[in-house]
């Protein structure tokens, strides 16, 4: 049976994170927002770009110390870590004077001033609909309720006659509700007309609550269908998913029913206020995409008044245009009404107005997103999150696209934030000791050579403390594929300088810059004597995946190196630096600093049993090896498939060991006793 990509997922979550959010943060996901603690593996949540991506896992840690409150204008406060990355502005011209140019970064919390921007991004996505199905079944004995056509216009009139539900609607056994109150003649003869027009329903009208009008319509189809796309209580609604990524010009007929039911117009400001924090995100995005930047505020429950969250607009062209919309008037222009946040670039960059610290003592959160942005939104702006989990996504996907049988998979990791990755994979798995983690590996292949093994560490672990295997277990050629994620600091440990940060680099965690010489793990693979040598890149998680079931399938030992920009301690080799203009092409074009080594024509491979050509690629090899910075290949470098592995030659010496490895040996009879004499071995240790 083909193995799914569910398959390789395990439910364990990752304790450690450097830099988090507190729990209760809203993300937006899609089509709602949830609380990040609530927040599961394959959940779609909006990104930076304005996109939604899967959620590749949720990070969970147990943290002592200091928090960041950071308010921003319009949109609220958020609460994080030191570390935890924003997408961000730095402020250039003084808090009194807006930028001329946004250049987005990630800030962390600690870094951030007062007076620098946040950014959340207007949602990009855009899918039309010309009709909406309207599904049920006819019940048998139902001989009183009206046949319901099967489809409805999804035009103006049908999304106005939502809005109204969404914010006055109510259904109760057989019937739909509108409840209005009765000054609000235009709207209840709007809701009748929408009723009669599209559903050929005739409404009854009920003035029996003082100041109230209900309009009832008589259909238990309809109100089962209303309440399940809508929601039915009032702190249940929502708009439909569908709905929310319909062109913007369509979604103006529902931000008029919406607004007509639960929103007002008073002297400078205009208001919606719901008791569903679901629906007061989704209008705000709804918002965004009219180019109104609303301002939120939550009104805590109260007596008999439960929480409630409004949304207001003030600034004098967002006000006019949503009376526009709605069919109120206008209000008088004002120039000295000023908006204080920026909307450009299909994004809203909202000052910092105030910073706050205090001591936290609990869970913090954090997410790791599919997507190569490797970001997320809240209800108050974008994060960054860790590379890692690109690379544990290309080596799930890999694995899976395989169809391995997990159960004879081993994943074995050191220590660092990449050696949790056998907890996140469905196999096998061994989380060692730093730096001993391909030992470990070799014990286990050389003990059952059936077995796939994969090794999978950080470049501090197998590159500092675990050089010595690294090196010694390339000359044996054992076939298995190491995998290192190479961010060039110890991330796990606050971002001291790793093996591979190259000499004179400053990264924000160093006082100073490196004196240390940076290792080329490519040439020292080579000079090692593993016969596959790569390197991937981990926003190229499709690339990185090709690359890892080459190393896999691979007879001998391979290395594969991932590019992983930290974007919390490493704040040079990040993924803007990556995927930034590094050099010239022949053309006299500025090309990206990553380029695929397959697109140019490039042969690592030894295609025959010949010394002159295997020294002839391996220099071709070691000369591209050292092509790092403006011009950096990924892609496969060497491979070589003619040197016997290192089981090849056990088997050499002992026939019978692929057949009976030692794994499969009995050590001992089903009631325990030994098979194996060790007395002699005992008697040499005997101490006279």
Not at 12 to 18: E, I, R
Not at 77 to 82: K, V
């Amino acid at each position: 049976m083909a193995l799914k990509l569910s398959d390789l997922k395990t439910t364990a979550h990752n304790d450690w994170c450097p830099g988090c959010v507190t729990g209760d943060t809203l993300v937006i996901s899609n089509p709602s927002v949830k609380q990040i603690q609530l927040v599961k593996p394959g959940d779609r949540v909006l990104n930076a770009s304005g996109e939604y991506n899967n959620v590749a896992a949720r990070i969970r840690h147990r943290y002592y110390g200091p928090m960041y409150r950071v308010r921003v204008k319009s949109f609220g406060q958020i609460t994080a870590t030191p570390e935890h990355p924003f997408v961000g502005v730095r402020r250039t011209w003084g808090r009194h004077r807006h930028n001329t140019e946004f250049v987005e970064e990630k800030i962390e919390a600690s870094s951030l001033r007062v007076g620098d921007y946040l950014v959340f991004p207007v949602m990009q996505t855009v899918s039309d609909a010309d009709h909406f199905a309207i599904e049920y079944k006819k019940k048998a004995k139902d001989t009183r309720s009206f046949v319901l056509p099967h489809e409805v216009p999804m035009d103006d009139d049908w999304l106005r006659l939502a809005g109204y539900y969404i914010a006055e609607g109510s259904s109760h056994n057989r019937s739909l509700i509108f409840s209005f109150n009765e000054d609000e003649r235009e709207y209840i003869s709007d809701v009748l007309a929408l009723m009669a027009k599209l559903f050929g329903l005739k409404g009854k009208v009920d003035r029996s609550k003082g100041h109230g009008v209900d309009l009832i319509f008589n259909s238990s189809y309809l109100a089962e269908l209303f309440e399940s796309i809508f929601g039915a209580d009032a702190e249940e609604k929502h708009i439909p998913h569908d709905f929310m990524f319909l062109p913007a010009s369509k979604q103006g007929a529902l931000i008029r029913g919406l607004w007509r039911g639960d929103g007002d117009f008073k002297k400078s400001k205009a208001r919606y206020t719901t008791t569903s924090i679901v629906l007061s995100e989704q209008v705000k995005m709804l918002l965004l995409r009219q180019a109104i930047v609303p301002i939120t505020q939550t009104e805590l429950a109260h007596g008999i008044h439960r929480t409630a969250y409004r949304l207001y607009v003030s600034y004098w062209r967002d006000y006019n245009k949503l009376a526009e919309m709605v069919g109120v008037p206008y209000r008088r222009e004002s120039n000295r009404d000023k908006r204080s946040s920026i909307l450009k670039n299909g994004k809203v960059y909202l000052p910092v107005s105030k910073i706050e610290t205090f001591q936290f003592n609990g869970y913090v959160y954090d997410l790791s997103m599919d997507d190569p942005s490797h970001t997320f939104v809240t209800s108050v702006t974008a994060s960054g999150n860790c590379g890692d989990f690109g690379i544990l996504n290309a080596v799930q996907m890999a694995l899976a696209e395989m169809n391995v049988d997990p159960s004879n998979t081993v994943v074995v990791s050191g220590v660092g934030c990449s050696s949790k990755a056998p907890h996140f994979i469905k196999t096998y798995g061994v989380h060692t000791l730093h730096g001993r983690a391909v030992p470990f590996a070799t014990g286990i292949k050389l003990a059952n050579p059936n077995l796939e093994v994969v090794i999978e560490g950080g470049d501090g672990d197998g590159l500092g403390i675990g050089a010595g295997h690294f090196v010694n277990s390339g000359r044996r050629n054992i076939d298995m594929l190491y995998i290192i994620h190479d961010n060039e600091v110890y991330g796990l440990t606050k971002g001291q300088a790793s093996p591979t940060l190259g000499l004179g680099v400053k990264t924000k965690s160093l006082p100073s810059p490196n004196i240390n010489q940076g290792i080329n793990p490519l040439l020292l693979a080579i000079a090692s004597g593993y016969t596959w040598v790569a390197r991937g890149y981990s926003y190229d998680v499709r690339h990185l995946k090709d690359l890892i079931i080459k190393g896999i399938r691979h007879k001998g030992y391979a290395f594969l190196d991932v590019l992983q920009p930290c974007p919390t301690y490493n704040d040079i080799q990040s993924k803007e630096y990556w995927a930034g203009e590094g050099h010239l092409d022949a053309a006299g074009k500025m090309q990206p600093r990553t380029y695929k080594l397959e697109d140019t024509g490039y042969d690592g491979v030894v295609h025959k049993h010949d010394e002159a050509e295997m020294e002839s690629k391996i220099q071709q090899a070691v000369l591209k090896s050292f092509e790092f910075g403006d011009h950096t290949p990924i892609g496969v470098f060497y491979q070589n498939e003619f040197v016997p592995t290192y089981e090849d030659r056990l088997s050499g010496r002992t026939p019978s060991y692929k057949t009976n490895p030692p794994a499969a040996q009995e050590i001992a009879r089903p009631d325990g006793t030994p098979l194996t004499n060790i007395s002699k071995l005992l008697d040499e240790l005997k101490v006279a």
